[in-house]
């Protein structure tokens, strides 16, 4: 069986639902793994030490509770309001890939990470990957949405 693409030159290629779902489920389990990867990672360090750091800790326990939450999301939400999921959960990676960023150069709430500290290479990793899925996604078919609205 192959996957057939129909053209319209007003919107493009268009993929036949049976890729559609693929894609979709795609996003779903692999977003939702990074946002739990997101949220083990930092219960990980909180339980390691992190929690005694003043802001940071409670940061940390903050980041595990909407990770998971944004994981049951992304994974339970209609395929309708997905991308209106998917993107808010990317940003939420972004958010916290972005803190781990500053405090490794300036510094966060007075706190300054060191690259070597453990976690601190596949934080970058997991975090990046799940911002580039899930808000990728997001864009993508909130763009689709639009084209087909018009």
Do not use: C, K
């Not at 500290?117 to 596949?122: D, I, M």
């Amino acid at each position: 069986m192959t996957t057939q693409l129909r053209t319209d030159p007003v919107r493009g290629p268009e993929d036949d639902s049976a890729t559609q779902r693929t894609l979709t489920l795609s996003v779903r389990v692999v977003g939702a793994a990074m946002l739990v990867a997101t949220g083990w990672i930092h219960l990980d360090l909180w339980l390691d030490g992190y929690r005694a750091v003043p802001w940071i800790g409670p940061l940390f326990l903050a980041n595990v509770v909407l990770a998971g939450l944004a994981a049951l999301a992304v994974l339970v939400t209609p395929t309708r309001w997905l991308p209106w999921v998917a993107l808010p959960a990317g940003l939420l990676e972004l958010g916290t890939l972005g803190a781990l960023v500053l405090s490794l150069t300036v510094g966060l709430f007075g706190f300054v990470e060191s690259l070597r500290a453990s976690l601190v290479v596949p934080t970058i990793l997991v975090e990046s990957v799940g911002f580039l899925v899930l808000a990728g996604y997001a864009v993508v078919a909130l763009a689709r949405q639009r084209r087909r609205r018009a």
